[in-house]
């Protein structure tokens, strides 16, 4: 599989801490990411969600006034949002299971736990680029199909897919 190329993605970096948000921004630089946009909250974050459509999102877990799965939850709520399906990073510096799983179950596509190298930022983009994930939208989950593995269901398929 080819490696997809980063020169036409729009980021937006959400971290509440300026310095970490330059220093991802400096490795997205260095993936020659196009365009990068950095904000410090949830709110900077929900008005440039409103103006410009975005490749990717990347946020950390803990946001004010809103935390990163709310955030998450009300950009995947928004059926006429401009970045409902846009591929979502949550970071973290201490997740532990709990946390990873609500994030998922808010519409996070990947996760990355703090500190992490450009390698890591690389391989996630990549994941989500070169083999997306089918979007699901059901009553109780809006967000990329949770399943990572395709296993052939046992009985045929339960859910109903619009």
């Given at each position: 599989m080819q490696k997809p190329s980063f020169s036409?993605?729009?980021?937006?970096?959400v971290d509440p801490s300026p310095h970490m948000g330059a220093?991802?921004?400096?490795?997205?630089r260095h993936l020659k990411?196009?365009?990068?946009?950095?904000?410090?909250?949830?709110?900077?974050?929900?008005?440039?969600?409103?103006?410009h459509r975005f490749g990717a999102i990347m946020l950390n877990d803990v946001l004010a006034?809103?935390?990163g799965v709310a955030v998450v939850k009300a950009l995947?709520?928004?059926s006429e949002g401009l970045n409902r399906d846009t591929p979502?990073?949550?970071?973290?510096?201490?997740?532990?299971?709990a946390e990873i799983a609500a994030a998922r179950d808010s519409g996070?596509?990947?996760?990355?736990?703090?500190p992490f190298a450009t390698q890591h930022i690389e391989s996630r983009l990549v994941a989500m680029l070169a083999a997306p994930r089918p979007f699901i939208e059901a009553k109780a989950f809006v967000g990329p199909d949770r399943r990572r593995k395709r296993a052939?269901?046992?009985?045929?398929?339960?859910?109903?897919r619009a």
């Amino acid at each position: 599989m080819q490696k997809p190329s980063f020169s036409k993605l729009d980021v937006l970096v959400v971290d509440p801490s300026p310095h970490m948000g330059a220093l991802i921004g400096q490795m997205l630089r260095h993936l020659k990411v196009r365009r990068i946009d950095e904000v410090q909250s949830s709110d900077g974050a929900a008005m440039l969600l409103q103006t410009h459509r975005f490749g990717a999102i990347m946020l950390n877990d803990v946001l004010a006034p809103m935390s990163g799965v709310a955030v998450v939850k009300a950009l995947r709520a928004a059926s006429e949002g401009l970045n409902r399906d846009t591929p979502v990073i949550m970071m973290s510096a201490a997740p532990d299971a709990a946390e990873i799983a609500a994030a998922r179950d808010s519409g996070v596509t990947e996760f990355l736990r703090k500190p992490f190298a450009t390698q890591h930022i690389e391989s996630r983009l990549v994941a989500m680029l070169a083999a997306p994930r089918p979007f699901i939208e059901a009553k109780a989950f809006v967000g990329p199909d949770r399943r990572r593995k395709r296993a052939v269901p046992k009985g045929g398929e339960r859910r109903n897919r619009a």
